[in-house]
Structure formats: structure tokens, C-alpha cells
């Protein structure tokens, strides 16, 4: 089984120089959700992992550079996510290759990450439009609270707020932190929380949030852990949490996990990415 630790994280890597697909690194999502208490065949959520690839370039068939831009969707029920370095390695062994046409290098995309992720992977160039601030969303960054609590992930602070109002709103923080779990460098989202449900505890969503500031998971993972833990200790009728990462080597990802049957998020980018 491969892990983190035999990625090419951390690790001095040449650039390749001609199209290889044994590059993409694939990593079992069964041992962090069992850690978190999942049950893997009874999932309780849906989703994707939307990557946006801002560094893709081909030949085309009469040798002349191509440039792109692509978004991508990893279906949370495939049994791998796929590890990011890799990811931008696998993208950058297609410099120099030739192609007859666009068609055939997102055919060539979605077929090796299909591959590698175990289901259906989808490729289309261009990007979500940045959308900056939603009118819908309610920042909880500004609240004067009193913080010491930075890891790991504690779900202690996360409960109903006083009374039984039942509410359906949009909670969104951009002090989202953690670490990846093999070089230790630091990952940064913008989070939203749109649910159905008794009102949460704003304070304590803040806090739990800001408790993921010294943990170190990767960005799909954390985002199972928040809706989790959202899920247990809020009960909400319906979740849906995402996660807009910075970019880091030409990459961001944005994972998303909703109950069911929940309205599932507009593609969107941030300033920061």
C-alpha cells in the first residue's frame, strides 16, 4: 500500500523530460478515514477534489507549444486521492509531447489520473471565475474571541449555539491552516460551511477551525475530518463543507464533502489563489 512517505514529497526530483504517466502517485483514502471513525462502505458524504492546474503545456502535432489552463474532478468515492507533486511532475512530463489536438491531451489527462484514482476523473481546460466574497456567506474571522488552542483538530469546541433556532446559513473563515504531512509546509484555505440545522456555536467553529493550525493531514483528509466532527457534535439536518487551498507548484486544491442530497458549492476561486 502505497503512503506519503514513498511519494516524492520532500524529495529532490528532476523534471521530466518526455510524457510519463508512472509519475502520478496514487494514495489509499481508506486508512484516514477509518483513523477518524468512517465507515468506508457506508460513506456518509459525497464529493470531489476540484484541482485547478494553472501550468499545462503541450506540442502540438506539427511541434509548435501549447498552453492551458484545466480544471479537474477526483470523485471522493474513488479508492485514491492522487499526491500533488506528482500531480505537477506528471503535468510537467507533458512539455514536450505531441498531440492532435486538445481533445487528445484532456483524453490523455482523464484517462492516467482515471487510472491512478480508481474511478471516473474528469478534464476540462479553463477555470472557475475568482469570486472574492459571496453576500450569502457569513465571516466568522472578525469575532473577538480568545484563542491557545492550535492542534490537533479538537471537536470539543464545536456545539450548538444556546437555544433551539433551526437555521440554514453559510459559515465561512479564512484562517483555515494545516501542514502537509511529509515536508511540513504549511497549507492555507478559505473554508465555507453551508448547513441545514440548530444554529452552531460561531465561537467555537472558529476555534475548532484554528486547531487544525499545527496538524498535519492532507487537504482532502482535513476536509473529511470537518465534516465529520461538524456532523457529530452539530447534528445538522445537511452539511456541506469545502476547502479552497492556496496554490502551491502551479496547483490548488479544493475539496468539498456534502450530505446527500445537499446543494453542492458553485465552482469558484479565490483572490488568494
Known amino acids: 500500500m502505497n503512503t506519503p512517505a514513498d511519494s516524492s514529497l520532500g524529495r529532490e526530483v528532476a523534471y521530466p523530460s518526455h510524457y510519463d504517466p508512472s509519475l502520478l502517485f496514487p494514495i489509499p483514502r481508506l486508512p484516514s478515514r477509518e483513523s477518524i471513525g ?3 462502505a457506508a460513506l456518509p458524504f459525497i464529493g470531489r477534489d476540484r484541482w485547478h492546474a494553472y501550468e499545462l503545456g503541450w506540442l502540438d502535432a506539427y511541434g509548435k507549444p501549447c498552453v492551458a489552463t484545466a480544471t479537474i474532478h477526483v470523485p471522493s468515492d474513488s479508492p485514491n486521492l492522487v499526491e ?10 507533458l512539455n514536450s509531447t505531441r498531440f492532435n489536438g486538445p481533445a487528445a ?11 491512478r484514482a480508481g474511478a471516473p476523473v474528469e478534464v476540462e481546460f479553463g477555470l472557475p471565475p475568482i469570486v472574492d466574497t459571496d453576500s450569502d456567506e457569513i465571516l466568522i474571522d472578525g469575532l473577538d474571541v480568545s484563542i491557545d488552542d492550535y492542534g490537533p483538530p479538537n471537536a470539543s469546541h464545536l456545539r450548538h449555539a444556546p437555544g433551539e433556532e433551526m ?17 511540513g509546509q504549511p497549507d492555507w484555505a478559505n473554508v465555507t ?16 477551525l484554528v486547531s487544525y493550525r499545527d496538524h498535519a493531514e492532507f487537504h482532502e483528509q482535513c476536509v473529511e475530518r470537518i465534516f465529520h466532527d461538524v456532523m457529530r457534535c ?15 507548484g502551479g496547483l ?10 445537499a446543494p453542492a458549492p458553485i465552482a469558484r476561486r479565490d483572490a488568494r489563489q
Open 84 to 93: 500533488s507533486k506528482s500531480l505537477k511532475l506528471y503535468l510537467n512530463s
Open 234 to 248: 452539530c447534528a445538522p439536518q445537511w452539511l456541506v463543507v469545502e476547502a479552497r487551498y492556496t496554490r502551491r
Open 105 to 115: 491531451v484532456r483524453e490523455c489527462i482523464a484517462n492516467d489520473l482515471s487510472a
Open 38 to 40: 468512517l465507515d468506508p
Open 252 to 261: 490548488d486544491i479544493n475539496p468539498w464533502r456534502g450530505s446527500p442530497g
Open 167 to 183: 437555521v440554514e446559513e453559510i459559515l465561512a473563515s479564512a484562517l483555515l491552516k494545516s501542514n502537509c504531512p511529509v515536508t
Open 193 to 208: 460551511l453551508r448547513y441545514r440545522g440548530p444554529l452552531i456555536d460561531r465561537e467555537g467553529l472558529l476555534r475548532y
